[in-house]
């Protein structure tokens, strides 16, 4: 059975860091890409960055690049966020997600397993 367990959530002021932590099992971590997503309330899902199989890539979202850091460690099968330099527009409830394959799907549709969200409040 696939299963994804967030953690790192919480809150915090505006300038300040957190990092997320997405544990996975239930299938072989390397062979997958894993994607960070948030949620804000009245607003759509949005991806925040994705790392390949293997971490052999990264993507991030715009709003995010150059505070945001995604990262592996295989032997424990748990992909990080790290979040710097946070704003009250980030605040939302993270979701990461396993892809169906290798590399990062363009779409939220190409994520076959959902975590259950952990909130990231940022106060200004």
């Known amino acids: 059975e696939v299963q994804l367990v967030e953690s790192g959530g919480g809150l915090v002021q505006a300038g300040g860091s957190l990092r997320l932590s997405c544990a996975a099992s239930?299938?072989?971590?390397?062979?997958?890409?894993i994607g960070w997503f948030r949620q804000a309330p009245g607003k759509e899902r949005e991806v925040v960055s994705c790392?390949?199989?293997?971490?052999?890539?990264?993507s991030y979202a715009d709003s995010v690049k150059g505070r945001f850091t995604i990262s592996s460690d295989n032997a424990k099968n748990t992909v990080y966020l790290q979040m710097n330099s946070l704003k009250p527009e980030d605040t939302a409830v993270y979701y990461c997600?396993?892809?169906?394959?290798?590399?990062?799907?363009?779409?939220?549709?190409?994520?076959?397993?959902w975590g259950q969200g952990t909130q990231v409040t940022v106060s200004s």
């Open positions: 997600a396993v892809d169906q394959g290798y590399y990062c799907s363009d779409y939220l549709w190409g994520y076959a397993y």
């Open positions: 239930g299938f072989t971590f390397d062979d997958y890409a």
């Open positions: 790392i390949s199989g293997r971490g052999s890539s990264t």
